[in-house]
């Protein structure tokens, strides 16, 4: 495996949380409290509601002196205006777009960041597969037309998220993917633990780093004894 490999990590607190109704109230209250740090990496942003939402409590953090960084991707935000992009630059927010759109880099203009992830005061991390759009959550209604989950963590694993973000934050800002420096992380995939309290470990996907998380899965599936439960919008053959 050609890129750096985070270690498993015991003593977290997962929460799964199901469709947006239910997590990004729950995303807005941690903004809402964060006292130093907030980060946010995400791949589509679009104007509406949830994106007002979303701001809004970015921008009363700024205010209050609590630093803000958000990474979002150039494609995927391109139905996020430039009167959101100025409320939230305007209050002091961090805000970078990852790898923007250039038809001088031609084929590279698909290389995209799909994460999506929220960490708070690098305490709490929300993971997992929404954008920030009305399809996800509108204010005041308790359903969503599209089905996502996020889960919350605390706990050690939230320093690696910390780390993940930071790496692609600096790499940004230069305009290179992120090549992990050789004192981080580990170099091959580690063991599966027996058992142990909260265990968890990062698993990412770039361009170096593009077979963690499917060799993550199949070592999941061959180590089940009693079922197996998978879910999951894409399920295509690959190379």
């Not at 050609?2 to 997590?23: H, K, M, Q, T, Y």
């Not at 995303?27 to 907030?38: D, F």
């Not at 609590?66 to 991707?73: A, E, I, N, P, S």
């Not at 993917?177 to 995939?189: D, N, V």
Request: charged share 20%; glycine share 6%.
């Amino acid at each position: 495996m050609s890129g750096a490999v985070f270690p498993w990590r015991s003593a977290n607190r997962f929460e799964l949380l199901i469709d947006g109704p239910r997590f990004f109230p729950q995303m807005l209250v941690g903004i809402a409290r964060a006292e130093h740090q907030v980060d946010l990496e995400l791949y589509l942003v679009e104007a509406g509601a949830c994106a007002e939402a979303m701001v809004q409590a970015l921008v009363h953090a700024a205010e209050r002196g609590v630093r803000v960084r958000c990474l979002f991707d150039d494609y995927g935000s391109l139905a996020f205006t430039l009167a959101l992009r100025k409320r939230l630059t305007d209050a002091g927010v961090q805000l970078r777009f990852y790898n923007r759109l250039s038809w001088r880099r031609w084929v590279r203009n698909l290389y995209r960041d799909h994460r999506k992830l929220l960490l708070i005061d690098q305490a709490t991390a929300v993971v997992g597969g929404t954008g920030v759009t009305d399809e996800f959550w509108t204010p005041g209604q308790d359903t969503a037309d599209w089905h996502e989950v996020m889960v919350q963590i605390n706990g050690p694993l939230v320093l690696d998220w910390q780390a993940l973000f930071d790496r692609q934050w600096h790499a940004n800002a230069a305009r290179r993917a992120w090549k992990p420096a050789t004192h981080f992380g580990l170099p091959r995939l580690p063991k599966v633990p027996a058992t142990g309290p909260g265990l968890g470990r990062v698993a990412y996907a770039d361009a170096r780093q593009h077979r963690d998380i499917l060799q993550s899965l199949i070592r999941a599936l061959n180590s089940s004894r009693q079922r197996i439960w998978l879910a999951t919008p894409y399920f295509l053959p690959t190379w």
